[in-house]
């Protein structure tokens, strides 16, 4: 990495700062004085004999006095305006009182001029220039009307010396002013160019084109500086990332700010971040400011990031491919299990001695748990893994909870909880999977009768609200935490104490989550602790028709 010198000058055409001129208030002050002193000098001496004369010598005194008190160090711009303004009224009145260039004063018309020399600026040297000429018109009207006053020529030649002495002064003044500005402007192009140079990265000046004008700073590995004033900045770029940079400059030409990332053409395992925005403006033709850093360590994290998410998505992907085919395999010799059990509690081949009487029954009951068990592994590994399909169809979706609440029944009378059913009178259509509707309702209500104590009850609804099939499973149960609710229906996540938990696996309410989602609908759960849970399922899969809602019927 080196530190180039730069082609041309970044700062050409910046506005310098204004530059002080002390001896600008000490100019007015001694001019003030001098018209003050020669008028009376003049008067006294008796070489004044109209009045007219005395007066505009003082009245030209005004605008020193005026640049005085307005001038100080560090004045605003402004100030400058308002005393050659000044110095304009003053040299028109003048010439009007004493006849112009034909008059004793006539050389107090180019004063106007002699001060915006001092003062600086072209403009202002026009403005005075124009006030000149206004001033000595004002005096030729005035002396072609009334005539030139009587004066000695001693005072046109003491104002006439007095003049050329402040215009001369005034010279040098604005001389040295220049001398100084640019001065200034060197000193500050060489500091902005150190500190330019100092950078940690590099900062390129280049034109629409991309050719390099000044480069200063750093360079990142990979980009050397020479090449770039050689092919320019699109020549080191590597040929897939060129119509990103394009882009970036075309963005920073109509005036925007645009930031993009590239390899660089001879390092390809690089990566350079490039800021690119306007220089003086934008428009064809303008210059760009190209910022450009080492951003390799940030890429290589990024793609280390993305080469964990990619294999963390892979992990997760076999694990789901893994408990598919577990659970498939599983499942086969456990219904066998469950068969034969069947058969030994029937007593389909004979009487068993007493000592096994209860072991066909606790075969049975544990082999059915663990075939429950592996389906919800199944169906949400399925899910995880995108393969569930839904089967919808059109159906009466009274059926498929009315199913459910049939299997579960057996279970809520034997632990003594009431479980009631209020469906539709009416059929109620929609188009479902209606394995999965009866899944859903038998998760909730399946969850609501284990947490449910005795003399509890557990109620089912089924209603339609527009296009929405909402089942709601309600019960009077021991309810569940707030910070609990939240996590419940990911999978394996339970609330409640050990006891609770140890009643579950807590993939019910994960799977209803996710076959409500494959509906396009949600699961919405509300508990209060004592008190008991509402868990509801609104679906956007009810057929809407031209009839009265259907009235709702105690099952």
């Avoid at 204004?18 to 009376?40: F, K, R, T």
């Avoid at 006030?131 to 104002?159: M, R, Y």
């Avoid at 299997?407 to 188009?431: H, S, T």
């Avoid at 999965?436 to 449910?452: C, G, P, R």
Wanted: net charge neutral; aromatic share 4%; with cysteine.
């Amino acid at each position: 990495m080196t530190e180039p010198a730069a082609h041309s000058s970044p700062l050409q055409g910046s506005t310098p700062e204004p530059v002080p001129q002390p001896g600008l208030s000490v100019w007015h002050a001694a001019w003030a004085s001098a018209c003050v002193l020669l008028a009376l000098v003049l008067r006294v001496a008796g070489l004044i004999a109209d009045p007219a004369v005395t007066y505009a010598l003082l009245l030209a005194a005004a605008p020193g006095a005026a640049g005085l008190v307005l001038l100080r160090p560090g004045h605003p711009e402004i100030r400058r305006a308002q005393v050659l303004g000044g110095w304009a009224v003053a040299a028109v009145l003048a010439s009007a009182m004493t006849g112009g260039l034909t008059g004793p004063l006539g050389s107090l018309a180019f004063m106007p001029l002699a001060a915006a020399l001092t003062l600086g600026g072209w403009r202002r040297v026009q403005m005075g220039a124009g006030a000149t000429g206004v001033a000595a018109l004002a005096g030729l009207l005035v002396a072609a009307w009334f005539g030139p006053p009587a004066a000695s020529p001693v005072v046109a030649a003491s104002v006439a010396l007095l003049t050329a002495g402040a215009a001369a002064w005034g010279a040098r003044l604005a001389g040295r002013t220049r001398e100084r500005r640019v001065l200034l402007a060197e000193i500050s192009a060489g500091r902005a160019e150190r500190i330019l140079a100092s950078q940690p990265g590099l900062t390129l000046l280049v034109d629409p084109a991309g050719r390099v004008a000044a480069a200063y700073g750093l360079s990142p590995p990979g980009m050397a500086i020479d090449p770039l004033f050689e092919g320019g900045l699109i020549a080191a770029v590597h040929a897939p990332d060129r119509p990103a940079v394009l882009s970036a400059i075309s963005k920073a030409l109509a005036g925007g700010s645009a930031q993009t990332r590239f390899a660089p053409r001879v390092a390809l395992d690089r990566r350079i971040a490039v800021l690119v925005r306007p220089f003086e403006g934008a428009g064809p033709g303008r210059r760009l400011i190209v910022q450009a850093f080492d951003d390799s360590a940030q890429f290589a994290r990024e793609a280390g990031l993305e080469a964990a998410r990619m294999e963390a998505e892979a992990a997760d992907a076999g694990k789901t491919r893994f408990l598919a085919n577990m659970s498939h395999e599983l499942r086969t010799p456990l219904n066998a299990v469950i068969g034969f059990a069947d058969i030994m509690r029937q007593r389909i081949f004979g009487p068993m001695p007493d000592r096994y009487q209860t072991y066909p029954d606790l075969i049975h009951q544990a082999g059915q748990h663990l075939l429950e068990l592996i389906n919800d592994v199944l169906d949400v590994s399925k899910i995880a893994a995108q393969r569930y399909e839904l089967n919808a169809e059109r159906i009466d979706v009274r059926d498929p909870v009315s199913a459910a609440m049939a299997m579960i029944r057996a279970q809520a009378e034997d632990k003594g909880v009431q479980l009631n059913g209020v469906l539709p009178a009416d059929p109620l259509m929609a188009m479902a999977d209606r394995r999965a509707l009866k899944q859903i309702a038998l998760n909730l209500m399946s969850n609501a009768i284990k947490f449910t104590p005795q003399g509890g009850a557990v109620t089912v609804s089924l209603d339609a609200v527009g296009p929405y099939l909402e089942l709601t499973v309600a019960d009077t149960g021991v309810g569940i935490a707030p910070e609990d609710v939240k996590r419940l229906g990911r999978p394996f996540e339970q609330a409640g104490e050990a006891a609770q938990k140890a009643q579950g696996t807590g993939l019910g309410l994960s799977l209803v989550r996710s076959l409500a989602e494959l509906h396009g609908g949600r699961l919405v759960l509300e508990s209060t602790l004592g008190e008991g849970t509402a868990a509801l399922v609104r679906l956007p899969v009810v057929e809407l028709t031209t009839g009265s809602r259907p009235a709702a019927a105690e099952a």
